[in-house]
T-cell receptor, first 111, second 116 residues
Protein backbone atom coordinates (compact mmCIF):
# COMPACT_ATOMS: atom_id res chain seq x y z
CA UNK A 1 0.00 0.00 0.00
CA UNK A 2 1.21 3.48 -0.86
CA UNK A 3 2.35 5.39 2.20
CA UNK A 4 2.58 8.71 0.40
CA UNK A 5 0.30 10.79 -1.78
CA UNK A 6 1.65 13.16 -4.40
CA UNK A 7 0.04 15.15 -7.20
CA UNK A 8 0.32 13.36 -10.52
CA UNK A 9 1.89 16.28 -12.34
CA UNK A 10 3.04 19.87 -11.90
CA UNK A 11 4.43 22.61 -14.09
CA UNK A 12 6.95 25.23 -13.12
CA UNK A 13 8.45 28.18 -14.93
CA UNK A 14 12.18 28.12 -15.46
CA UNK A 15 14.01 30.15 -12.82
CA UNK A 16 11.13 30.01 -10.38
CA UNK A 17 10.94 27.88 -7.26
CA UNK A 18 9.31 24.48 -7.65
CA UNK A 19 7.36 23.36 -4.59
CA UNK A 20 6.44 19.68 -4.63
CA UNK A 21 4.06 18.53 -1.89
CA UNK A 22 3.80 15.11 -0.34
CA UNK A 23 1.26 13.74 2.09
CA UNK A 24 2.36 11.01 4.50
CA UNK A 25 -0.30 11.16 7.17
CA UNK A 26 0.38 7.63 8.48
CA UNK A 27 4.11 8.13 8.94
CA UNK A 28 5.63 6.41 11.96
CA UNK A 29 7.95 8.06 14.45
CA UNK A 30 11.00 6.21 13.16
CA UNK A 31 10.34 6.74 9.45
CA UNK A 32 12.35 9.20 7.43
CA UNK A 33 11.05 11.16 4.44
CA UNK A 34 13.15 10.65 1.32
CA UNK A 35 13.02 12.39 -2.03
CA UNK A 36 14.39 10.92 -5.22
CA UNK A 37 13.93 11.92 -8.81
CA UNK A 38 14.11 9.99 -12.04
CA UNK A 39 14.93 11.49 -15.36
CA UNK A 40 13.70 9.49 -18.33
CA UNK A 41 15.40 6.11 -18.75
CA UNK A 42 17.82 6.61 -15.88
CA UNK A 43 18.08 5.28 -12.34
CA UNK A 44 16.59 7.37 -9.52
CA UNK A 45 18.81 10.11 -8.13
CA UNK A 46 18.94 10.87 -4.42
CA UNK A 47 17.91 14.43 -3.56
CA UNK A 48 17.44 14.79 0.17
CA UNK A 49 16.01 13.13 3.26
CA UNK A 50 14.96 14.11 6.77
CA UNK A 51 13.30 12.94 9.93
CA UNK A 52 11.84 15.95 11.75
CA UNK A 53 13.84 19.04 11.01
CA UNK A 54 13.93 20.95 7.78
CA UNK A 55 16.92 20.06 5.65
CA UNK A 56 18.81 21.87 2.91
CA UNK A 57 21.56 20.78 0.58
CA UNK A 58 23.01 21.92 -2.71
CA UNK A 59 20.09 20.51 -4.64
CA UNK A 60 16.99 21.32 -2.63
CA UNK A 61 15.29 22.08 0.65
CA UNK A 62 12.95 19.77 2.52
CA UNK A 63 10.27 21.26 4.72
CA UNK A 64 8.53 18.83 7.08
CA UNK A 65 5.46 19.95 8.99
CA UNK A 66 5.56 19.84 12.76
CA UNK A 67 3.14 16.89 12.90
CA UNK A 68 5.24 15.19 10.16
CA UNK A 69 2.14 14.32 8.18
CA UNK A 70 3.27 16.18 5.12
CA UNK A 71 6.35 17.68 3.54
CA UNK A 72 7.40 19.88 0.66
CA UNK A 73 10.43 19.59 -1.55
CA UNK A 74 11.65 22.94 -2.81
CA UNK A 75 13.87 23.40 -5.83
CA UNK A 76 14.81 27.07 -5.41
CA UNK A 77 15.54 27.96 -9.02
CA UNK A 78 14.18 25.33 -11.36
CA UNK A 79 15.95 24.69 -14.64
CA UNK A 80 14.87 22.70 -17.68
CA UNK A 81 17.12 19.88 -16.50
CA UNK A 82 14.98 19.51 -13.38
CA UNK A 83 12.17 18.09 -15.49
CA UNK A 84 11.70 14.60 -14.03
CA UNK A 85 9.47 12.38 -11.94
CA UNK A 86 9.90 13.15 -8.25
CA UNK A 87 9.26 10.47 -5.69
CA UNK A 88 8.50 11.04 -2.02
CA UNK A 89 9.13 7.92 0.06
CA UNK A 90 8.92 7.12 3.76
CA UNK A 91 11.29 4.52 5.10
CA UNK A 92 12.67 3.27 8.36
CA UNK A 93 16.40 3.89 8.11
CA UNK A 94 17.74 0.78 9.78
CA UNK A 95 17.52 -3.01 9.57
CA UNK A 96 18.27 -2.83 5.85
CA UNK A 97 14.72 -1.84 5.10
CA UNK A 98 13.79 -1.57 1.47
CA UNK A 99 12.52 1.48 -0.38
CA UNK A 100 9.16 1.32 -2.13
CA UNK A 101 8.10 3.81 -4.72
CA UNK A 102 4.70 5.33 -5.29
CA UNK A 103 3.55 6.97 -8.49
CA UNK A 104 5.48 10.21 -7.96
CA UNK A 105 4.96 13.68 -9.40
CA UNK A 106 5.94 14.46 -12.96
CA UNK A 107 7.45 17.94 -12.84
CA UNK A 108 7.76 19.81 -16.11
CA UNK A 109 9.87 22.94 -16.09
CA UNK A 110 8.88 25.25 -18.89
CA UNK A 111 10.94 28.03 -20.48
CA UNK B 1 28.29 11.00 -3.97
CA UNK B 2 28.40 7.24 -3.89
CA UNK B 3 28.39 5.42 -7.20
CA UNK B 4 26.56 2.28 -8.20
CA UNK B 5 27.58 0.81 -11.51
CA UNK B 6 25.11 -1.32 -13.44
CA UNK B 7 25.92 -3.29 -16.58
CA UNK B 8 24.90 -3.68 -19.27
CA UNK B 9 22.92 -0.51 -19.98
CA UNK B 10 20.82 -2.30 -22.54
CA UNK B 11 20.60 -5.81 -23.90
CA UNK B 12 18.64 -7.49 -26.66
CA UNK B 13 18.26 -11.24 -26.54
CA UNK B 14 16.32 -14.04 -28.13
CA UNK B 15 13.44 -15.69 -26.36
CA UNK B 16 14.59 -18.63 -24.27
CA UNK B 17 18.06 -17.32 -23.51
CA UNK B 18 19.36 -16.10 -20.16
CA UNK B 19 20.65 -12.64 -19.39
CA UNK B 20 22.86 -11.55 -16.49
CA UNK B 21 22.85 -8.03 -15.10
CA UNK B 22 25.60 -6.84 -12.75
CA UNK B 23 25.33 -4.26 -10.01
CA UNK B 24 28.45 -2.97 -8.27
CA UNK B 25 28.94 -0.45 -5.51
CA UNK B 26 32.16 1.30 -6.48
CA UNK B 27 33.17 3.28 -3.42
CA UNK B 28 31.27 1.77 -0.54
CA UNK B 29 30.30 -1.60 0.85
CA UNK B 30 26.72 -2.70 0.48
CA UNK B 31 25.53 -5.64 2.55
CA UNK B 32 22.10 -5.15 1.03
CA UNK B 33 21.11 -4.49 -2.56
CA UNK B 34 17.67 -4.22 -4.07
CA UNK B 35 16.39 -5.07 -7.53
CA UNK B 36 13.53 -3.25 -9.20
CA UNK B 37 11.78 -3.44 -12.53
CA UNK B 38 9.95 -0.65 -14.27
CA UNK B 39 7.54 -0.78 -17.17
CA UNK B 40 6.98 2.25 -19.42
CA UNK B 41 5.20 5.15 -17.73
CA UNK B 42 5.02 3.23 -14.45
CA UNK B 43 6.81 3.49 -11.14
CA UNK B 44 9.56 1.23 -9.88
CA UNK B 45 8.43 -2.09 -8.50
CA UNK B 46 10.58 -3.86 -5.93
CA UNK B 47 11.42 -7.39 -7.05
CA UNK B 48 13.78 -8.69 -4.41
CA UNK B 49 16.17 -7.87 -1.61
CA UNK B 50 19.67 -9.27 -1.89
CA UNK B 51 21.84 -9.74 1.19
CA UNK B 52 25.52 -10.57 0.94
CA UNK B 53 26.20 -14.22 1.59
CA UNK B 54 22.57 -15.28 1.92
CA UNK B 55 19.57 -16.08 -0.22
CA UNK B 56 17.59 -13.25 -1.70
CA UNK B 57 14.12 -12.39 -0.45
CA UNK B 58 11.59 -12.08 -3.24
CA UNK B 59 8.45 -10.00 -3.33
CA UNK B 60 5.14 -11.72 -3.78
CA UNK B 61 4.52 -12.66 -7.37
CA UNK B 62 8.19 -12.62 -8.41
CA UNK B 63 9.43 -16.03 -9.50
CA UNK B 64 12.68 -16.83 -7.74
CA UNK B 65 13.58 -19.54 -10.25
CA UNK B 66 13.20 -17.13 -13.11
CA UNK B 67 15.00 -14.18 -11.57
CA UNK B 68 18.14 -15.58 -9.99
CA UNK B 69 19.94 -13.23 -7.64
CA UNK B 70 23.46 -13.73 -6.35
CA UNK B 71 25.15 -11.43 -3.88
CA UNK B 72 28.59 -12.99 -3.48
CA UNK B 73 30.50 -9.99 -2.14
CA UNK B 74 29.97 -6.69 -0.38
CA UNK B 75 30.20 -4.82 -3.67
CA UNK B 76 28.54 -7.07 -6.25
CA UNK B 77 25.07 -8.44 -6.85
CA UNK B 78 23.85 -10.06 -10.05
CA UNK B 79 20.39 -10.65 -11.46
CA UNK B 80 19.99 -13.40 -14.04
CA UNK B 81 16.79 -13.52 -16.05
CA UNK B 82 16.53 -17.16 -17.04
CA UNK B 83 14.72 -18.38 -20.14
CA UNK B 84 13.67 -14.86 -20.97
CA UNK B 85 10.42 -14.21 -22.80
CA UNK B 86 9.06 -11.05 -24.41
CA UNK B 87 6.98 -10.27 -21.32
CA UNK B 88 10.23 -10.00 -19.34
CA UNK B 89 11.19 -7.00 -21.44
CA UNK B 90 11.51 -4.15 -18.98
CA UNK B 91 13.84 -1.64 -17.36
CA UNK B 92 15.71 -3.29 -14.48
CA UNK B 93 17.32 -1.14 -11.79
CA UNK B 94 19.50 -2.07 -8.86
CA UNK B 95 20.20 -0.10 -5.72
CA UNK B 96 22.70 -0.49 -2.93
CA UNK B 97 22.40 0.41 0.72
CA UNK B 98 25.43 2.03 2.32
CA UNK B 99 26.19 -0.31 5.21
CA UNK B 100 27.82 2.45 7.24
CA UNK B 101 25.00 4.95 7.34
CA UNK B 102 22.16 2.58 6.46
CA UNK B 103 20.23 5.67 5.50
CA UNK B 104 20.80 6.26 1.82
CA UNK B 105 20.08 4.04 -1.14
CA UNK B 106 22.06 4.68 -4.28
CA UNK B 107 20.76 3.51 -7.63
CA UNK B 108 22.37 2.16 -10.73
CA UNK B 109 21.64 3.64 -14.13
CA UNK B 110 19.38 0.76 -15.11
CA UNK B 111 19.35 -1.96 -17.75
CA UNK B 112 16.85 -1.96 -20.59
CA UNK B 113 16.11 -5.57 -21.52
CA UNK B 114 14.39 -6.34 -24.79
CA UNK B 115 13.48 -9.96 -25.48
CA UNK B 116 12.65 -10.78 -29.07
Amino acid sequence: DAKTTQPTSMDCAEGRAANLPCNHSTISGNEYVYWYRQIHSQGPQYIIHGLKNNETNEMASLIITEDRKSSTLILPHATLRDTAVYYCIVRVAYNNNDMRFGAGTRLTVKP
Amino acid sequence: GAVVSQHPSWVICKSGTSVKIECRSLDFQATTMFWYRQFPKQSLMLMATSNEGSKATYEQGVEKDKFLINHASLTLSTLTVTSAHPEDSSFYICSALDRVSNEKLFFGSGTQLSVL
